[in-house]
């Protein structure tokens, strides 16, 4: 059920259910070629270092083919001058033989080098495409949360970019090179045996081709099918390797081992039935293959019972050379139907690949200009107004922000975008200079929507946001990356340019020297009984041992040696992110649950800080207590219209 429900979605762009219509018009088909086509103009631009590497490859290939001809060629060499016994003409042979063969060898080092360059450069172009897409106006949020109808999106950047590359720089080289070698070898067939044999060989290729053609589209389907519930297999691991401790507290070992085992054989089912579609391929392929050897004989044949090279000589050498010339030319098709499964196999990653670019190409494209805070705005606060109106008549104009509000909502309705329900209706609220508030009602109220709607992640239905760029929020799991201690309290800035006395000073007034002591540095509180962290607070008070703390300091830049949601407890995790807002000072941060890991006291102590900081915040809690520091309540009923608003309980305050 799990699987079923991960594989259905309803899609904002033409509300696509996969479970339905998954695979329609995937294959070796127009589609396919229309993606691979602008994947390649992408890896490939013109001027970029891949285009160059691709210029130089033909050449390279080039060579090795005239390397391949001469080499071919040595066998007759040989023949002649082992029927005539001639000695100095065979040492002469083996002279040219080991210069063909070192001359081939060096060109396919050249190659093989030119080919992984080539893969580099164009993995390079494709994910960082990718990546700037992903990561431009917030796509990676609707494409992992608001159901856009892509699985997977991270394999699809990552494992299959690099299935896609691989298998592209194996094929590409070939296929660019076929027509060279194709015309090149029909003219010394057709001097050879005039037009029939030409004819017959290219005959026999397109009658292969088409049967291998029908052979391999079928494939391309179960391979994107494969390749998708190599992804669910991929995400209950990784689900669980997050959720372990959970995991183990409610005994769901059972449960997940069935989940894992019911994956595994839906993706083996998925490989067994490819297995069997190839069977077919396969065999037509190397069928294909064999007969042609043999039909490169029955090409010969024909000038020879015809009589042509009665009156040459050395019978056999001439039968050796133009039967090479007709065995490559049938081998260089065969080559090219060998490509049915690997195409196969390219067309399913392209299509993956296709889908996420045009995915994220619509959703950039419908996303317009949000409003989004950057790392400078948090430094230089600078008013703006964000606003909705899909209702409202054109006519109406929006008032600007007021000197004194910091964030306000006129009139806003907010809809869930997943099944369009109502959350709530025609919602005011204001927080100013002199007014912090609270949001509170019950699971799944709406009370996280609003915060989406003011972060522009959500589009209202209707209504105006007007807000300064100057915010800061604070969710309720906070974000961390594979960085430093440092990194994680400046985020989303750059640590380097910071002295590090501001990190000390934060993380002295949070009290977080025990994080930094429990989860980076346990080495170093080994090597002493009493541990470091109080030797260098008190350095920092007294203004004692400064090689110490010049020493000590340095271990802020280290990277844990375990990911920081595992090292961290969730009421450490909410203190590093409060962190964050003592470090930027903004004017108003947004709190999404950011104390409901905590005890009291560092509750009290985050709120403490802000109003000391004089930091203006809205708060969504569903916790009582919360509401002595605030001023105001706005009260969500959770029927997907109604809300209420009072002041807060001012006696309550201890």
Known sequence: NEYKSYLRYDSNIGKCHPSCNMGLGLGVNILFLKRILRIFSITSRPCSPAFLILLILIPICALDQVAIYYVGNLPSGFYKVLENKDRNGFQHQLIVSFCCIFAIVAVKCCKSFATGALYIQWRWNLTSILHGRYFSHKLYYDVNCLNTGIDNPDMRMTQDVDKFTESLQGIILQIVVFPFIAVYYTYRCTVVMGWLGPTCIYGYFVVSCVVNLLLASPIVREVFQLEQREGYFRYIHLKIRTNAESAAFVDAEDIEYENFQNALKDILASKQLIIAKQLFLNFAVNSCDYIGAVFSYMVIAIPVFRGSFDNEGHIGSIISRNAFVAMYLVNTFSTMLDLSTRIADLAGYTHRIGELLEVLDQSYASKGSPCTSSFSSLI????????????????????????????????????????????????????????????????????????????????????????????????????????????????????????????????????????????????????????????????????????????????????????????????????????????????????????????????????????????????????????????????????????????????LIN
């Open 380 to 651: 230089s606060p600078a008013p703006g107004m964000l606003r909705f109106d899909s209702k409202a008549s054109e006519s109406e104009a929006s008032s600007p922000i007021s000197d004194f509000d910091l964030l306000r909502l006129n009139s806003v309705t907010i809809t869930n975008p997943l099944t369009d329900r109502s959350l709530v209706k025609n919602l005011f609220l204001a927080v100013n200079e002199s007014t912090s508030v609270l949001i509170t009602g019950p699971p799944a109220s709406g009370k996280s929507s609003v915060l989406r709607a003011i972060k522009a992640l959500w589009m209202p239905f209707c209504g105006e946001i007007n807000s300064y760029h100057d915010v800061m929020f604070l969710p309720q799991r906070p974000y961390f990356t594979r960085n430093s201690l440092k990194a994680q309290i400046c985020l989303p800035g750059n640590p380097d340019y910071f002295p590090n006395q501001r990190f000390i000073d934060i993380i002295e007034m949070l009290e977080l020297g025990t994080v930094v002591m429990e989860t980076e540095y346990q080495e170093v509180t080994r090597k002493s009984s009493t541990g470091w962290w109080g030797t260098m607070r008190r350095a920092i008070r007294k203004h004692r041992h400064p090689t110490l703390l010049e020493t000590e300091v340095t271990l802020l830049d280290r990277a844990p040696r375990r990911d920081w949601y595992t090292s961290l407890t969730p009421g450490q995790q909410q203190l590093i992110a409060f962190s964050r807002v003592m470090f930027h000072h903004p004017k108003l941060v947004i709190l999404d649950e950011a104390t409901s890991s905590l005890n009291p006291y560092y509750t009290g102590l985050m709120y403490s800080i802000l109003k000391d900081m004089n930091v203006r915040y809205l708060s969504v809690s569903h916790d009582k207590t919360v509401e002595q520091y605030h001023d105001q309540v706005v009260q969500i009923s959770g029927d997907g219209e109604n809300w209420t608003s009072r002041p807060a309980h001012m006696h």
